[in-house]
C-alpha cells in the first residue's frame, strides 16, 4: 500500500520557511490559493526528504500526488485541494506538476553535478513557484525572468543553510561536484563539525553567483502591478541580499545562517518602505 503523504509529513509549516508565505501583505483573495500551493509543495517536499521511507514508496507516493492533481485519482488530500483551487481560478496545473518533478527526481538522484545542473533543478523546484503567485495576481509574464531568478537564488540559499544537514540526515549534496572537485574539497566534508578551507571557497564562490541572481531580480518588485505583491518581493529580496551575505561570511556547518525575527523585522521594514516610497 503506498504510504500518504500525510504518514511522511515533517511538521514543518509556512512559519517556518526563510521567507514570507502568503502574507498579510497580500490581498485576502490570494491569499488562499497562495496557501494551497505551499501545502501541496510542503506535503510534496516531506515525502521526497523522508528519511525512513524507501525511494520506491516515495516516488509512489509522489505519483499518486501527481495523478490526484491531474485529475485522474483523487488520493491526495493536498493535490485535490489546489486542483480545485485550480479550477476556481482557471489556472493551468503545469506549475504543480514541474514542482512534482523536482521532488521525483530527488528520490532518484542525491548529486548534483554542476552549477547549469542545479539551475536546472531550480527550473522545476523553485521557478514555478514563483510564476505560480504570480499567475494568481494576474501578472504578466513578462516577470517571469525576474521572478525566476529571485527564486533560484531562494533555493541555492536554502542548499547551503542546509548543507551538512542534508548530507548527514538524507546524503543528499547539492553543491555542484565539479565545484567540490576544482577546489580540491570532498563530499565528506560536508560531514565536519566546520568547514575545511575548501568546502569554504566553493560555499563563498556559490554566495556569489547567488548575489548575481539577486542582481538580475533587482528591478523584479518595482516591475510586479500588484503594489502588495511588489512589497512582499521586495522583502524577500531585501532577505535573500542579507542571508548571501551571511553565507559570504560565515561557515553553514558551525555558524547562524539564518536571520533571528528582529534581523528579519528590521529588513523587512527598510524594504517595505522603500519599495512604498518608489511609487
Known amino acids: 500500500m503506498t504510504a500518504s503523504a500525510a504518514a511522511l509529513a515533517s511538521g514543518k509549516g509556512h512559519k517556518d520557511e526563510n521567507f514570507p508565505v502568503a502574507s498579510f501583505l497580500l490581498k485576502k483573495e490570494h491569499r488562499a490559493p497562495v496557501m494551497a500551493f505551499y501545502h501541496f509543495a510542503r506535503a510534496a517536499d516531506d515525502v521526497a526528504d523522508n528519511a525512513t521511507a524507501s525511494a520506491k514508496d516515495r516516488l509512489a507516493t509522489l505519483g499518486a500526488m501527481r495523478a490526484t492533481l491531474a485529475g485522474t485519482a483523487d488520493s491526495n ?31 532518484a538522484v542525491n548529486r548534483c553535478k554542476s552549477w547549469d545542473d542545479l539551475i536546472d533543478y531550480c527550473r ?7 510564476r505560480y503567485v504570480l499567475d494568481v495576481h494576474g501578472e504578466s509574464r513578462a516577470t517571469w525572468a525576474a521572478s525566476d531568478a529571485l527564486c533560484a537564488a ?26 567540490l572537485d576544482a577546489a580540491g574539497a570532498q563530499i565528506s566534508d560536508l560531514g565536519k563539525p566546520a568547514a575545511t578551507p575548501a568546502l569554504r571557497a566553493v560555499i563563498v564562490d556559490m554566495a556569489l553567483r547567488t548575489e548575481k541572481l539577486l542582481e538580475d531580480s533587482a528591478g523584479f518588485a518595482c516591475a510586479i502591478r500588484d503594489r502588495r505583491l511588489g512589497v512582499e518581493v521586495a522583502i524577500i529580496h531585501r532577505l535573500a541580499l542579507s542571508l548571501t551575505q551571511f553565507l559570504k561570511t560565515r561557515d553553514p556547518l558551525s555558524a547562524r545562517v539564518h536571520h533571528r525575527a528582529p534581523e528579519s523585522l528590521a529588513l523587512a521594514v527598510m524594504a517595505a518602505t522603500k519599495r512604498m516610497l518608489s511609487r
Do not use: W
Not at 480545485?84 to 521532488?103: E, I, M
Open 154 to 179: 531562494l533555493q541555492v540559499i536554502n542548499h547551503l543553510q542546509d548543507c551538512g544537514k542534508d548530507y548527514r540526515a538524507i546524503d543528499r549534496v547539492y553543491i555542484p561536484t565539479d565545484l
Open 77 to 107: 488530500i493536498e493535490a485535490r485541494a489546489l486542483r480545485a483551487t485550480l479550477s476556481h481560478y482557471r489556472l493551468s496545473p503545469q506549475h504543480g506538476l514541474d514542482l512534482l518533478t523536482a521532488f521525483e527526481r530527488d528520490c
Open 124 to 130: 522545476v523546484s523553485a521557478m514555478p513557484v514563483g
